[in-house]
């Protein structure tokens, strides 16, 4: 048993009370390898951000548990050699399927899980949210539950149509679960492809427009739980420089669409205080080492590749902490 706190770590209450009162948001970003960890603490030293390192159930086989576990226990470190004196870093399973999973994550060091029981009956979802709930709790660790299925693709999370959240449900299952935070479906989407070109409409330019979030969900939800700390899940904006810069290099990543980042800024103000952001980074790092490699054929050093890549991913995060989350500052 490793707690967290030995690690100097920390879980979500504190930063999502701060959250809530200042009307700004948490950066949850994914990680599976050293580059992505190096430019998400670099990020959040530089601009003085708390934020959520998210393993999902995909990085764990993808790194090994262990490793992943060990080098958030370097983050912290390496937070600190960057000068930033107080860093404020959750380690927090992503998606969490199984009881077993999520009390492996505990027992190791983990500072929060998700258990997503969101594609289960109701009283089942409830059942396995409020057992994890109860072991998490012994040790100080935070959990996070979801009412709502989103579409999309990620990892090993997968659903064709959203369901949207019942905001009717949402008090009966917090306060049946104990839950700390809860993630809902108001029209975010995991993936690169968040919208069907059918679902959208076009610009004068013929670009897509995805349809808007769902706020009057989100506001039905706030009202019926005050306070209480709201998650959005897949909200990468999937910027357009970097989908045409795969594309002119190689790739190909058709109606490649996301979350327009207005809409998420005017998210963060509210109670929504845990924003996950996961396939612009993919995308940053794509679109730099494929335009390394098309105008670059003879290096084949990966530190030629991937330093570019860190740096543009680390750009990507600062932005996303200053001009959308507006989490910057908030953890001297
Ligand atoms: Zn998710």
């Known amino acids: 048993m490793v707690s967290y706190k030995d690690l100097g770590l920390v879980n ?33 030293a530089e601009t003085k951000s708390p934020v959520i390192l998210q393993v999902s159930s995909g990085a764990r086989k993808y790194a090994n548990q262990t490793l992943l ?45 998700m258990i997503d029981g969101s594609h289960l009956p109701y ?7 409020k057992r994890v709930v109860e072991y998490a709790h012994q040790f100080d660790v935070t959990v996070e539950g979801e009412l709502g299925v989103l579409a999309g693709i ?16 949402v008090v009966d299952f917090v306060s049946r679960t104990g839950v700390d935070s809860l993630a809902i479906s108001i029209g975010t989407s995991h993936g690169a ?43 990468s904006s999937v910027p357009q420089e970097y989908v045409d810069i795969i594309n002119a290099n190689g790739g190909k990543l058709k109606d490649a669409i996301g979350i327009p980042e207005d809409q998420l800024r005017e998210a963060a103000k509210s109670a929504v205080c845990k924003i996950n952001i996961d ?13 390394f490699f098309n105008e670059q054929p ?8 991937l330093g570019p890549a860190r740096e543009e991913l680390k750009k990507l995060y600062m932005h996303k902490i200053v001009n959308v989350l507006g ?3 908030k953890a001297q």
Request: glycine content about 8%; proline content about 6%; some cysteine.
């Open 12 to 44: 979500t209450r504190e930063m999502f009370k701060g959250a809530i009162k200042g009307g700004y948001a948490i950066p949850a970003f994914n990680f599976n390898n050293m580059e992505q960890m190096q430019a998400i603490v670099s990020a959040c």
């Open 123 to 129: 009283e089942e979802n409830i059942a396995l949210t």
């Open 154 to 169: 990620e990892d090993e999370v997968s659903a064709e149509h959203h369901t949207y959240t019942r905001p009717e449900e």
């Open 327 to 329: 989490s910057d500052g």
């Open 193 to 235: 492809n968040k919208f069907t070109p059918e679902q959208c409409t076009r610009d004068e330019n013929g670009h897509l427009v995805p349809p808007p979030l769902r706020f009057d969900i989100l506001k039905e939800v706030e009202k019926r739980l005050p306070g209480f700390p709201i998650v959005l899940h897949g909200s």
């Open 69 to 113: 576990r060990y080098m958030a226990q370097g983050a912290v470190e390496y937070a600190k050699e960057l000068g930033w004196e107080h860093p404020q870093i959750c380690l927090h399973l992503d998606h969490g399927d199984t009881f077993e999973l999520c009390k492996s994550c505990v027992d190791m060091g983990f500072s929060s899980v």
């Open 279 to 291: 396939s612009d980074g993919r995308l940053a790092m794509t679109a730099t080492i494929r335009k």
């Open 298 to 305: 003879d290096k084949f050093d990966p530190r030629q590749y």
